[in-house]
């Protein structure tokens, strides 16, 4: 067998995707897959009714060619690519889903929006969407690992940019293309990915996110009718990955293809917030035990440089919120809870937080690993309290039950007026491997369009 490095990165993804078969992917993965799906399919129904989704919404409507995908929670029905996108902005647009701890890719926005549209349009069964979407997801973190850590350090939103490969991929596999065209559309997306890290507390980071579910469907759909891609699109010395900045490490990329799965290691958010803040605020909470709020003069917050760059910021609106240290310290310390109502604007508003938050520091502590937070307070009366998370709650270490997934799932149909239908939603979910006809369940999501 050639050595990983020797063929280029888009024909060995391209052969790996086009050449799996369904009863190879060990039952854990395919488990993982439902879980994904439901975690992803109830941050997106939670936030229906957002502006940033109404908006987006609407100007995917007027250049819709034909109403034939589902919008989740919402009434309009627009076309694959309209749909992807307004699906994908909605299903990261709280920072509630899930998580590649290493690249810190979020793998199911991205990818699994164009395949749901594709099983509307087409008609695919159950097992054929899980095992597009297992596809996609493991591309798309794989050539995250290539160039981790510094294409995100220097500013590549990398759940965008690496999601649209995984997106491509997925889709291909739905249109049943073969190892070359696959390729050729992995190539095609190379020439489509884009997302900032500036943008991150605002709404233009998931307009990345929704042009990555779009244009990687874009890509397969054109490599079906014959489009090219250059083979080395993706690690070439013009190509996407040394244009980003990177030299790419294609050992990450295809060594152990269908061994070793990186979507294994994909975990699930507690808390609607930037993941590097759930340590953060997993020690806050452990102290709130121990100390009232009102008694706090002084909150140290301290983590590795990431947490720092991602959440040493000032806080002036929601969506700022979610990716900050001094609010998530701030609000898990007065309220005792780190839901989506400690993240929205009456939270940003609240004295009692607000004035917590002007008494946090956040400082460095090289010897704290990625996800690690040491969280200390200095009381009134001269008393001081210290907490260490290493593992945050949904990290790989202490990961979410499905049970814990199912009570999310719950609480975010719940949030959208949709709690009744929650429950059976979820056995269909759960169900998905044996389901024949998967676009009932997407159909189901929707809502009635206006009398």
């Not at 902005?89 to 810190?104: F, I, K, M, Q, R």
């Not at 676009?439 to 809502?447: E, H, K, P, V």
Request: proline share 5%.
């Amino acid at each position: 067998m050639a050595p990983p490095e020797s063929v280029p990165a888009a024909a060995a993804l391209g052969a790996f995707v086009a050449g799996s078969r369904w009863d190879a992917i060990p039952p854990a993965l395919r488990h993982e897959a439902k879980r994904s799906l439901l975690n992803f399919l109830g941050c997106a129904l939670g936030v229906s009714s957002d502006p940033a989704v109404a908006a987006a919404a609407r100007v995917m409507a007027r250049f819709s060619g034909g109403g034939r995908a589902t919008v989740l929670g919402r009434p309009e029905r627009l076309d694959e690519m309209g749909a992807s996108f307004v699906n994908a902005l909605a299903g990261n647009l709280l920072d509630y889903d899930d998580t590649h701890l290493e690249t810190v890719i979020h793998p199911t926005a991205p990818v699994a929006p164009p395949l749901l549209a594709l099983v509307e349009a087409n008609g695919h069964t159950g097992a054929e969407l899980l095992h597009a979407f297992v596809l996609g997801a493991e591309v798309e973190c794989r050539i995250g690992c290539a160039v981790s850590p510094g294409h995100y350090d220097r500013g590549w939103h990398i759940t965008s940019t690496a999601g649209v490969f995984g997106a491509a991929a997925g889709c291909a596999r739905l249109l049943g293309l073969g190892a070359v065209r696959t390729a050729h559309a992995l190539g095609i997306a190379a020439s489509q990915s884009a997302g900032l890290v500036e943008n991150l507390s605002t709404a233009a980071k998931n307009v990345g996110m929704g042009n990555a579910a779009r244009n990687g469907l874009l890509a397969a759909l054109l490599a079906r009718e014959g489009y090219t891609a250059a083979p080395a699109a993706i690690e070439g010395p013009l190509g996407w990955a040394r244009a980003m900045g990177d030299v790419p490490n294609q050992e990450r990329i295809a060594g152990g293809l269908g061994r070793s799965w990186e979507f294994a290691r994909n975990t699930y958010k507690p808390y609607p917030a930037g993941i590097v803040f759930h340590a953060v605020i997993d020690a806050c909470l452990e102290l709130r035990t121990k100390v009232a709020s009102q008694n706090i003069v002084e909150v140290s917050v301290e983590g590795d440089q990431l947490l720092l760059d991602r959440g040493n910021r000032p806080v002036r609106t929601a969506r700022d919120c979610r990716v900050s240290i001094h609010h998530a310290a701030a609000a898990a310390l007065v309220r005792g809870a780190a839901g989506v109502e400690e993240f929205s604007a009456s939270a940003l508003n609240d004295p009692t937080i607000a004035a917590l938050r002007e008494k946090v520091r956040a400082g460095l502590d090289e010897s704290l690993p990625r996800g690690a937070a040491r969280v200390s307070l200095r009381c009134a009366d001269g008393r001081e309290f210290a907490a260490l998370v290493t593992q945050a709650r949904g990290s790989a270490g202490r990961p979410l039950a499905d049970s814990e997934l199912d009570t999310k799932f719950r609480e975010n149909c719940a949030s959208a007026g949709r709690g009744t239908e929650a429950g059976r939603w979820q056995e269909a979910i759960w169900g998905l491997e044996a389901e024949a006809d998967p676009a009932r369940l997407l159909r189901s999501m929707g809502r009635p369009a206006p009398a």
